[in-house]
């Protein structure tokens, strides 16, 4: 257990539907990231969240819909995705963003859009 | 433009050591972290590298070197339990962008 949870582990969706993914960190952390990872390929940053501020997001579609209510909770809004968004969602925490280095991941959502 | 390479698998046998390179070309470099991923489970972090040199935890090791643009993952005495994926990251000077690797799937034989 790394203090990270994700719900739910499984979804699968339509192209249509609107969905949303959940993570809860209990760490006292004060930075949160959402993380796409695809087979065969590097993780990709998605999103980043300092203090529930956005500081980053890395040039993903709007079909993907952030929102960090508080430093402890991070969802994901997903509505009319596309097949190739079926992979693994990575949520993470660390202490703040100056320690992103040592980054404590949560076990992921497997999404599958059809 | 920014990247980073690691071999895509690497095959040894249990009580052997493994050494995993990664090299980088980024923009800014901050540091280099290494992370672990077993199938089926989330990345976990091994170590960090903000300076040049070399920083031991266990059997695991990590190197930097700044003007090589390049660094290592030394596994030692390794376990069946060490087989999984292993990838490497760079944080940018930014400070919260992290970029990682493709990471690299260790086999560990009997």
């Known amino acids: 257990e790394t203090g990270v949870t994700q719900t739910p582990r499984h979804l699968v969706m339509g192209m249509t539907n609107k969905k949303s993914l959940k993570c809860e960190q209990h760490?006292?952390?004060?930075?949160m990231y959402w993380y796409k990872q695809s087979a065969k390929k590097p993780l990709e940053l998605m999103f980043v969240?300092?203090?529930?501020?956005?500081?980053e997001n890395n040039s993903v579609p709007s079909r993907f819909s952030p929102e960090c209510p508080n430093s402890s909770h991070l969802f994901l809004h997903l509505h009319t995705l596309q097949p190739e968004d079926s992979a693994l969602y990575l949520c993470?925490?660390?202490?703040?963003?100056?320690?992103?280095?040592?980054?404590?991941f949560g076990p992921g959502t497997r999404l599958t859009v059809t | 433009g920014q990247s980073l390479e690691q071999p895509s698998e690497v095959t040894a046998v249990e009580g052997a050591i493994v050494q995993i390179n990664c090299t980088y070309q980024?923009?800014?470099?901050?540091?280099l972290s290494w992370y672990q991923q077993h199938d089926g489970g989330a990345p976990t972090f091994l170590s960090y590298?903000?300076?040049?040199g070399l920083e031991e935890t266990g059997r695991f090791s990590s190197f930097l070197s700044r003007s090589d643009s390049y660094g290592y993952l030394l596994l030692q005495e390794l376990q069946m339990k060490d087989s999984a994926s292993y990838f490497c990251?760079?944080?940018?000077?930014?400070?919260?962008?992290?970029?990682f690797g493709a990471g690299t799937r260790l086999f560990v034989k009997a």
């Open positions: 993470a925490s660390s202490q703040d963003t100056g320690s992103s280095y040592e980054q404590y």
């Open positions: 760490l006292g952390h004060n930075a």
């Open positions: 969240y300092s203090l529930e501020e956005r500081v």
């Open positions: 980024t923009s800014g470099f901050y540091g």
């Open positions: 590298n903000g300076l040049d």
């Open positions: 990251a760079v944080l940018n000077t930014g400070g919260f962008k992290t970029i």
